[in-house]
């Protein structure tokens, strides 16, 4: 830790000419002893770090203490007084930690410190940390553990942080997402296609349950799952995406291709759309004593926005993808409400289920099953789940179906029954339309899965939801502008009398 002398005559500027020297004379030794490039640039590395210490160092000195005068006037007229001790405060940069000495005025000591004209000047942030660090240790956190964060960070700057402090830091920029989505006003993208597609699905989140017994009763054998290890995040997604347009032989093919392995694939003849403009967010139940929040309905407000905002015009076609969970259905009712939406059920939650029933006619996993499932995905297809259910229901009752099989079918059968009106697929392929919710199942284990449920982790609700909005925000490509919004809004909350430190007032330290 540096503490920084606030009368730097030219001493910091000498030890910073010596460490410009050292390198070039450095940089001249490594050429003449032909050392091998990497162990030069480590070499570089570590006395860059050295350098960006001692201009910091320098920096804050010529800054000063920040010494107005005995007196200042607040812009409110509030007269504070120059208290007798000059004050320290840590400041921790990519640089190394310096303690700063500051001139702070007040009413009288003891009482609350009303401005500290450094603190004004350099924007200091809330936190000991600066905004860079809190930049990229944030930046990390988002895609690897806090744990392998401080590897990194002490692998690049020779140390690292607490597991603690970065997940302090975690939850304080996390709760700031939520101002930086309300503040931004979205610009239609230059490049969007003709279908837009809103999709949700739900994943579960480790949490960590406070208990109120003993550990050793944690451990008793007990039967069924284990209670309130899991919360439910609604993950949603809006996207736009090109016709693609098919017949339902071609999807069967496509299911039932075996796949190649190392071997180049050829272009096929008809080019698969891509997403475009994909934006994603996740939302758990959030409660707090006043109120509680659905994350269904926090994700499908935000996505009917996106809807409005991208197709203001009306003239794209909305399609709405989702597994057969009703409440997500309820939600799309009652917040999607284009007359004109498209309701697609998730052809690959429809296939297992099938696979469920050629069980119960066929023996498991045997030709006469893998024939049974690419006739009925073929008919699903053509539009006949009608046909499908009549089919299935004349061969139970002619095979006598009782108890568990008849049970079984039947489930399967209501669920065709349920969501038939989403399974007009002879038409969405003819459209061109998606029938296949990856994009969604893509989301939930990449935004959720692929950082919140590695082994062993276990989160708060509040932990976890800051997590989820800053690496929503990093997918989305919003990072730089959210850091940016965040800097910008806290400095204009800590420092309403940034007037009083203009430039050609301020005392620089000789």
């Known amino acids: 830790m540096t503490t920084v002398q606030q009368s730097p005559t030219f001493v910091q500027m000498d030890g910073l000419k010596q460490y410009l020297e050292e390198l070039e004379g450095y940089i001249q030794g490594a050429t003449t002893l032909g050392l091998a490039v990497h162990e030069v640039e480590q070499g570089l590395w570590s006395r860059v770090l050295q350098i960006g210490n001692q201009a910091l160092q320098m920096f804050f000195a010529l800054t000063g203490v920040g010494d107005l005068g005995e ?60 905004y860079l660090l809190q930049d990229w240790n944030q930046s990390l956190a988002v895609e690897s553990s806090y744990f392998q964060v401080n590897e990194t960070l002490e692998k690049i ?53 406070q208990s109120d017994t003993a550990p050793i009763l944690d451990h008793k054998p007990a039967r069924g799952p284990k209670p309130n290890r899991k919360k439910m995040a609604t993950v949603g997604t809006v996207y736009t995406i090109a016709p693609f347009k098919r017949h339902p032989e071609e999807v069967v093919v496509s299911l039932f291709k075996q796949p190649e392995i190392n071997v180049k694939k050829k272009r096929d003849s008809k080019s698969r759309s891509h997403p475009k403009n994909k934006k994603i967010r996740a939302s758990l139940n959030l409660e707090n004593d006043e109120s509680k929040v659905k994350g269904s309905a926090v994700i499908f407000e935000w996505m009917a926005t996106q809807l409005q905002e991208r197709n203001s015009q009306n003239t794209k076609t909305m399609v709405v993808i989702m597994d057969g969970q009703a409440t997500l259905w309820d939600q799309s009712k009652f917040y999607l409400k284009s007359p004109d939406k498209v309701e697609i059920l998730d052809l690959l ?26 006739d009925y995905v073929l008919m699903l297809l053509k ?23 008849m049970k079984a079918l039947e489930q399967i059968i209501g669920y065709f029954q349920k969501n038939q009106e989403r399974m007009h697929y002879d038409i969405y392929l003819a459209q061109g339309y998606p029938i296949a919710s990856g994009v969604i199942e893509g ?49 204009g909350r800590l420092y309403p009398h940034q007037s009083l430190v203009k430039t050609a007032d301020w005392p620089l330290s000789a």
């Open 157 to 209: 700057l020779g140390w690292g942080l607490s597991t603690d402090s970065l997940e302090r830091t975690n939850r304080e920029m996390g709760s700031d997402v939520s101002s930086f989505w309300s503040s931004e006003t979205m610009d239609a993208p230059e490049e969007e296609e003709s279908i837009i597609v809103a999709s949700a699905d739900g994943k579960g989140v480790p949490i960590r349950v």
């Open 443 to 491: 989301a939930c284990r990449h935004l959720v899965k692929d950082r919140l449920e590695r082994a062993g982790m276990r989160w708060t609700i509040a932990g976890a939801q800051a997590m989820l909005n800053l690496r929503s925000t990093y997918i989305n490509g919003d990072w730089d502008q959210f850091i940016q919004f965040r800097i910008q809004k806290e400095v």
């Open 349 to 374: 939650h429809v296939t297992p289920r099938i696979w469920t029933a050629a069980h119960l006619f066929c023996e498991a996993d045997s030709p006469d099953a893998i024939s049974f499932v690419k």
């Open 383 to 405: 539009g006949q789940t009608p046909l499908v259910i009549h089919s299935w229901q004349s061969m139970a009752k002619s095979r006598g179906f009782k108890g568990q099989k």
């Open 71 to 130: 007196t200042v006037t607040l812009p409110n007229a509030r007269v504070v007084r120059r208290l007798e001790k000059t004050h320290q405060r840590e400041y921790c940069s990519i640089f190394g930690t310096f303690q700063l000495e500051r001139t702070v005025y007040g009413t009288r000591v003891g009482q609350k410190i009303e401005f500290v004209p450094t603190d004004n000047r350099l924007q200091l942030p809330q936190s000991k940390f600066s």
